[in-house]
């Protein structure tokens, strides 16, 4: 795959620096990204991490109202244990720091243990894992599942109860029911290429789709000839709504996300369906997101994220934000 | 003749040599499974292990110390975490020693399986590293000399990467693959076989 870049082992750095010179708002220190205005005193902390190849996510969500700082990898893998202590750090208020990132093996050692050592220099950490991708594991397994684009929802909400003025466990625990809320499920065409590796990460057909694939192209549900956009979203739509949630509302916000290579254009045939479907279901759609929020570089395909929203979400959902890529 | 800071630097030395020539093989295992880096990574992790090494230091712990910081800052992969969790068991175990003997190892490597189920969530029969460092760690149970340890070493690992390979991964990524799996041989599995050939060659 054609890669406008410079050497391989560049790519990350070279990404974070141009982020950062783009966005003054943004401040970067090694392979941490923080908000110019972090640490804000008086402030629960708002930290998450992950590997480089998803922008917006991770970095592009640092920002008043959602992220303080960001740990950020090497494409698709972790970032370090010192990265993660950096940014709890940068992030520490003084009133304890919000560690809301996804749930990958790698991720979370790293952030426990960094947890641990800050934890030595008094500062109080507390955890929320993104699980919302559906397709990673069954209903019974659901604390194995993996987190995918639903996670920006979960940033917001947490984000806006913070600035609020509530304190650690009170946003840990909004943080939490954000995500217990939130359903994602993901489709790809294509597939993407890790800088410097020789292949794809995974091969699929010219004519085929597989459905609930991973952003790190993890095995999905079926692999199939390509279907209409109406097919597929019904697809889709009918999984996240029959997965069992305890708090469901009549009231939901939807996210159509690029997975990097398919347009606007397709999203919006696809928005266009699932808002016609979530109608015929008896709800309405709050604050619909439709773009590229959580990517996996040039892979094709997107996602769709349900969060269901009892009245505090809606209104943290609806608080002012400000990042690079997301304004509220 | 005991194991002293000697020993690991030149193990080091070995260990980054054959992660260099494992990268291909173990990419192409993790590429059935994963994102295909675990080669790339393993050699990130001993090119950092082996220049961070100190030159003259005869406190094991301190040597440890030193590769487990290497470690912590030179990688977020999961494997990398792991190696960062055995190196930083190891210098607990060592700390203020010049030397510990062959019969010890055993011992330190069980301890080293224990952290890592603890820290990675791993169980044993999820066809994980964990599960060849079991069975490692009872083949040195019964070793007192360097060349009864490599023996037994070699042989245990080659028998849990055969006796693994017609089961499923059952933990992180590859799990996802379920019974694909079956067949395979695990990536991390792979990788410890290697750098302990290299290091008992």
Redesign the interface.
């Given at each position: 795959m054609k890669k406008l870049m410079n050497a391989a082992d560049a790519f990350v750095d070279e990404m974070l620096d141009g982020l950062v010179a783009a966005h003054p708002t943004l401040v970067r220190e090694a392979r941490v990204v923080r908000a110019a205005h972090a640490p804000k005193p008086g402030k629960v902390g708002i930290v998450s991490g992950g590997?480089s190849g998803h922008l917006p996510l991770f970095t592009g969500y640092v920002g008043p109202g959602l992220l303080d700082a960001c740990a950020i990898?090497?494409v698709?893998?972790?970032?370090?244990?010192?990265?993660c202590i950096q940014a709890i750090k940068a992030g520490d208020g003084g009133r304890g720091v919000l560690r809301l990132y996804g749930n990958?093996?790698?991720?979370?050692?790293?952030f426990?243990?960094a947890g641990e050592m800050v934890e030595m220099n008094g500062i109080r950490t507390t955890t929320v894992l993104g699980t919302d991708d559906i397709a990673?594991a069954t209903p019974d397994e659901a604390a194995?599942r993996r987190g995918v684009a639903g996670i920006i929802y979960a940033y917001k909400i947490a984000g806006a109860k913070a600035d609020a003025g509530a304190d650690l466990t009170e946003v840990t625990a909004t943080a939490q029911a954000a995500v217990d809320a939130c359903r994602t499920i993901g489709v790809a065409l294509s597939p993407c290429q890790?800088p410097?590796?020789?292949?794809p990460?995974f091969e699929i057909g010219a004519d085929e789709i597989e459905m609930g694939m991973?952003i790190?192209?993890?095995?999905g549900i079926w692999r199939d000839k390509l279907r209409s956009a109406d097919d597929v979203a019904d697809e889709m739509v009918r999984r996240l709504l029959a997965d069992p949630i305890t708090d469901k509302s009549e009231r939901v916000s939807v996210l159509v996300n690029s997975l990097g290579a398919t347009p606007l254009e397709e999203l919006f045939i696809v928005y266009r369906r699932v808002a016609a479907l979530l109608r015929k279901d008896g709800r309405t759609i709050v604050r619909p997101l439709v773009g590229h929020y959580v990517t996996s570089m040039e892979m094709a395909g997107l996602s769709i994220s349900i969060i269901h929203l009892d009245a505090e979400r809606e209104r943290l959902l609806a608080a002012p934000c400000a990042c690079p890529f997301w304004r509220v | 003749m005991a194991i002293t800071a000697d020993t690991l630097r030149h193990a080091a030395t070995r260990a980054r040599d054959a992660a260099a020539l494992a990268q291909d093989d173990l990419?192409a295992a993790d590429?059935r499974l994963g994102?295909?880096?675990t080669g790339?990574?393993l050699r990130r992790l001993f090119e950092a292990v082996a220049t961070a090494i100190p030159a003259h230091e005869n406190d094991l712990g301190i040597v440890f110390q030193a590769c487990a910081r290497a470690c912590?800052?030179?990688?977020?992969?999961?494997?990398?975490?792991?190696v960062?969790?055995a190196m930083m068991t190891l210098a607990k175990a060592t700390r203020g020693r010049s030397e510990i003997g062959w019969d010890e190892l055993g011992g330190l490597l069980a301890s080293i399986r224990d952290q890592m189920m603890a820290?990675?969530?791993a169980k044993l029969g999820d066809k994980t590293v964990v599960d060849m460092i079991d069975a490692v760690a009872s083949a040195l149970a019964h070793c007192a000399t360097r060349d009864e340890a490599t023996v037994a070493a070699q042989k245990a690992a080659q028998d849990a990467l055969d006796a693994f390979r017609a089961r499923p991964n059952k933990?992180?990524?590859a799990?996802?693959?379920g019974e694909?799996t079956i067949g395979l041989d695990d990536p991390g599995m792979l990788a410890f076989s290697r750098l302990l050939a290299a290091v008992a060659a």
């Open positions: 590997g990898g090497d698709f893998a972790g970032p370090s244990v010192d990265s990958y093996g790698g991720d979370r050692m790293n426990d243990l990673s194995k890790i410097g590796a020789a292949k990460t991973g790190h192209g993890e095995p | 990419n590429g994102d295909g880096d790339v990574m912590a800052s030179g990688t977020g992969s999961s494997l990398g975490t792991l960062t969790v820290r990675g969530g933990l992180g990524r799990r996802m693959f694909r």
